[in-house]
């Protein structure tokens, strides 16, 4: 061939090639959403948990018969109407169009398993927050009756959060559950399709979806427990949203130009586990009340979070029904008090060491919230140790029964949004109960009755009770409802919700 002929066609080729790039649509691009966790998630059992920010992942996969709003308001989900027909049952109309991932449908069948089991199986972790549901009766194909031993003046509360996530009977029937946790499949907007565990679950947006499919193609969950190592992340553009950010990182998160900070309402409450039992120090109530007196609350507000909390006396925040207010913005303080009651109690000037124990990364500045507490102690004479794990190791020691050894560091959420769900768990032979110790039959009594009373005033004036009963206890040390902070990327328009949920159906790009 000539170079001229040549020449000419490769002059053709590009002419062709640059015609087909002008006739044929672009392909469009891949939309990926990338969010840090100082946490992974403990596998994919909706009902094996109760951690606020493993159900901020699950939350994605899982749908509920009702879900709250970004005010907290309840909407329809699966269930797409509700009624209330006798004390004890509540009718729902459930949605006739929702697939599972596998491409199955959903039926009334999978609502009746997926709520019996955490209502009727007390093995399981959720139980104590579904125990008051009899059965679940199935009327129809998309139509059930939820009855309950007694009235429920709480029950859309527990159907709308942790532990109501919907599933596949047929899929778990097939495959158990412990392979479940592993390869879930549920009905949400995003389904898993790889879990690098405590690196990475990477999920794709699910286009079957009966709310239409997400914006997202992908969504990834990043777990970086190191507080510095993902605001790095934020800034350097690695991740488009990065919970728990420290308040002494706001700066360099708005200078970064490429990320913006904001207030992340809260209803979570900081507190100190008490090892109460028979053998521990702090089975003695002064012991307990000297711990508790030596805490300055706001001071440790001001030193960790630079100001960014509020003290309190009990698991009480605004927006939650029937809890008494009078134990919020308000704390104890009397390190001369403290001291008198440790003499009391037989022990002089470091006479006594204290073991905290706490997670690392699990909480905002948990670490220096355990080592501000140990220096408020060692100022009554009160030696400390302090032991800081890794969350999935700090889990398997603090929540197995009678694992505290002195003081633990928990936060406390409140899914159910109300006063009971604030001290149920404390109720004798009760996960909080069997890591303190502490059981009181009066607050056991009061905290039951609350559950089945529907009349307001009353039900309130039972759980200011029991609030009173755990507070004067001490079983229980009660530090500050936090007021977290959480990094966005300006790519992407999303407001948090103080339920801490990550609900990123909800997050579209930002214009």
Known sequence: MSIARMLHSSFVLKSLATALALSTPAMAQERELVIAQGIDTSGFDPHAHTTAAIEAIHVNIFDYLIMRDGAGKLQPAIAREWEQISDTAMRFTLRDDVLFHDGTPLTAQDVKFSIERPALDESVIQHSFYDTIREVEIVGEHEIIVHTDGPDPILLNRLSRIGSGIVSKAYVDRVGWDEFALHPIGTGPFRVVEWRRDDRIIMEGFKDHWRGAPVWDRLIHRTIPEDS??????????????????????????????????????????????????????????????????????????????????????????????????????????????????????????????????????????????????????????????????????????????????LGLIGHANSLQDGYHAVQRARCGYDFANRTGWCNDRFDELVEKSAVTVDPELRAGMLAEAFKLLSDSRSIIYLHQSENIIGIGNDVDWTPSPDEQLWMYAAKPAD
């Open 229 to 406: 190592t993902r605001v790095g992340e934020l800034v350097s553009g690695g991740v488009d949203i990065a919970t728990n950010i420290p308040s002494q990182d706001i700066q360099r998160v708005a200078e970064s130009g490429v990320a913006e900070t904001k207030p992340w309402p809260s209803f979570r409450v900081m507190t100190l586990f008490v090892n109460t039992k028979e053998g521990s120090p702090m089975a003695d109530p002064k012991v307990r009340e000297a711990v508790d007196l030596a805490i300055d609350n706001q001071m440790l507000i001001d030193t960790v979070f630079d100001g960014l909390g509020t003290p309190v006396r009990a698991a009480v925040t605004p927006g939650l029904s029937a809890v008494p207010m009078e134990y919020h913005d308000t704390f104890l303080y009397d390190p001369e008090r403290s001291v008198k009651l440790l003499q009391e109690a037989g022990y002089g000037p470091n006479e006594l060491t204290l073991k905290i124990q706490g997670p690392s990364g699990r909480y905002p500045l948990d670490v220096e919230t355990m080592e501000i507490v140990a220096v408020m102690l060692n100022a009554v004479g009160i030696n400390t140790e302090i032991e800081a794990l890794e969350w999935s190791s700090y889990q398997s020691r603090v929540w197995e029964p009678y694992k505290v050894e002195h």
